[in-house]
């Protein structure tokens, strides 16, 4: 596609509860990245994938929260029993190599736990 | 290390220049720059490499001074377009782990 696309737009879900969102990066982009961002703060490292190689886990805040990317396209971040301090905007970002030309966003998935 | 950007935030008349700050404890190899518009996206700027450069088009620029270890965007005769959030997201090793500031809030008023 386009642009880096991400689904839902918008996740309402009961504290305890799993949670799937999924990211579609630009078609050719070798590398996708999470970052989560809450209300008014700046962009916070979770993960990223580059080709084949392992990817970089060193920001995900907790063994409730993996990442997956399929076939080097579609990754779908997971974060198992909710909690609340979870509820942020959740942004999937790719590019080509390493970024020269920058990373392109998604729009996010508005994630609130209640 | 999440790199320190200042001001935290800025208000400027349309027209006026304006000058953010972005700086790490660490030798950087490439800082990032984005701009945010509310409830949008994170858009990219630009890009600059160590090697000390400075980079622009239009009426944003930037320079990138790598002995200080530091980063600056420059923003001249602004427009009521660029109001936004800025964020700085810095590389330390060449690899794929972008790291970002907490931003910089900006708003142009006519």
């Known amino acids: 596609g386009a642009g880096v696309s991400q689904s839902p737009s918008n996740k309402v879900t009961e504290k305890g509860k799993d949670v799937e969102l999924r990211c579609d990066p630009i078609?050719?982009?070798?590398?996708l990245y999470w970052y989560r961002q809450s209300l008014g703060q700046g962009l916070e490292f979770l993960i990223y994938?580059?080709?084949?190689?392992?990817?970089?886990k060193s920001g995900l805040p907790s063994d409730r929260f993996s990442a997956e990317r399929t076939g080097g396209s579609v990754s779908t971040l997971t974060i198992q029993r909710t909690q609340q301090e979870d509820s942020a905007v959740y942004l999937c970002?790719?590019?080509?190599?390493?970024?020269?030309?920058?990373?392109?966003f998604g729009s996010g998935t508005r994630l609130t736990i209640v | 290390q999440q790199p320190v950007q200042s001001p935290q935030a800025v208000i400027l008349r349309e027209g006026e220049d304006a000058v953010i700050n972005c700086s790490s404890s660490?030798?950087?190899?490439?800082v990032h720059w984005y701009r945010q518009k509310h409830g949008e996206a994170p858009v990219f700027l630009m890009i600059?490499?160590?090697?000390?450069e400075q980079k622009g088009h239009d009426k944003i620029s930037a320079s990138f001074n790598e002995k200080k270890q530091q980063s600056s965007l420059y923003l001249t005769a602004s427009q009521l377009s660029y109001s936004g959030t800025y964020f700085c997201?810095?590389?330390?090793?060449?690899?794929?782990?972008?790291?970002f500031g907490a931003g910089t809030r900006l708003f142009v008023k006519a």
């Open positions: 970002a790719s590019s080509l190599g390493q970024g020269v030309d920058g990373y392109t």
């Open positions: 078609s050719g982009h070798t590398a």
């Open positions: 994938f580059q080709g084949n190689s392992a990817p970089d």
């Open positions: 660490k030798a950087l190899y490439s």
């Open positions: 600059l490499l160590k090697g000390g």
């Open positions: 997201g810095t590389d330390h090793t060449g690899g794929f782990k972008t790291i």
